[in-house]
């Protein structure tokens, strides 16, 4: 104890330094908390944890065979990816089909107007571009399948529109109608394909070329039907005989280049039984559009 002199005598003074070192219970040269026995608890856990997934089954993440095994199923998985792209780039060329979309809505517009009203356009050819043909947006002649698609769609839903006026509409028969549609134009298409190869026809139509020039059908079906709906029968028989002659003179001009390439290219008919069965083979499938679009769309109007 430290005893210090004041007037009336000596006064002990207590030694806080002492007290406040008992008091706290801890070493005074100690600066840091010991966390140890937290540390150690929590590796325990990871520990038990680590354990306790080996225990149901699932391999340690630091077990060297684990890693080796998702290495080896990630290249598996990549590989089996790349071959079903190439596949389906076989058999449906992906990267072909960008180039029948490749639309605007100038494209559109004057496509729509020369499939209903053909008769004044005059050159018909398809533009190229270094052996290429150019994309649909920047020549009218060149075949899409944008109209052909959404043609089809809208089909579907006025045919569901049509079917609702006459109390007969039900998802199964529009699934019917849709069906029945798809099927004929497979067919059709199908058909052209096996005429061309017996006549023996060197062009260069594709079958997708075929599917939208079958599709394109779809317009004028869908003016009569919904001039039926609105003016009744007499409207559809005459808007639909409109869009008929129309698809027709459509269709002969535009395939004429495509199958009659000789006789184009000399700028007469050229004479002989081949350039007959490929005028012939023409008119044909210009004249079956008409018989679809009255086949696919008369039960639709009462």
Known sequence: MDYTATQSGFRQQPDMRLRNSSVDGTDGSQLFEDTSAAASG?????????????????PSLSDPMSNLAMAYGSSLASQGREMVDKNLDRFIPISKLKYYFAVDTVYVGKKLGLLVFPYMHENWEVSYQQDTPVAPRFDVNAP????PAMGFITYILVAGLAL????????????????????????????????????????????????????????????????????????????????????????????????LSEAAAEG???????????????????????????????????
């Open 144 to 147: 899409d399948l944008y109209i």
């Open 42 to 58: 929590s590796q325990t856990g990871y520990s038990n944890q680590q354990a306790g997934l080996q225990a149901a089954g699932f």
């Open 164 to 259: 609702g006026t006459q109390n007969k509409f039900s998802p199964e028969l529009l699934g019917v109608q849709a069906s029945s549609a798809l099927v004929w134009l497979i067919m059709e298409v199908l058909a052209v394909l096996l005429s061309l190869y017996l006549v023996t026809v060197n062009t260069d139509l594709t079958t997708i070329d075929l599917l939208a020039f079958s599709g394109y059908k779809y317009v004028g079906m869908i003016v009569g039907v919904v001039a039926g709906l609105l003016f009744g029968k007499p409207a559809y028989y005459l808007s639909l005989l409109w869009c008929c002659a129309a698809i027709f003179v459509f269709m002969i001009r535009t395939l004429r280049l495509k199958l």
């Open 268 to 302: 007469r008919l050229v004479r002989g039984a081949r350039n007959q069965l490929r005028m012939y083979l023409t008119m044909s499938i210009a004249a079956a559009q008409p018989i679809f679009m009255y086949w696919l769309t008369y039960h639709l109007i009462r």
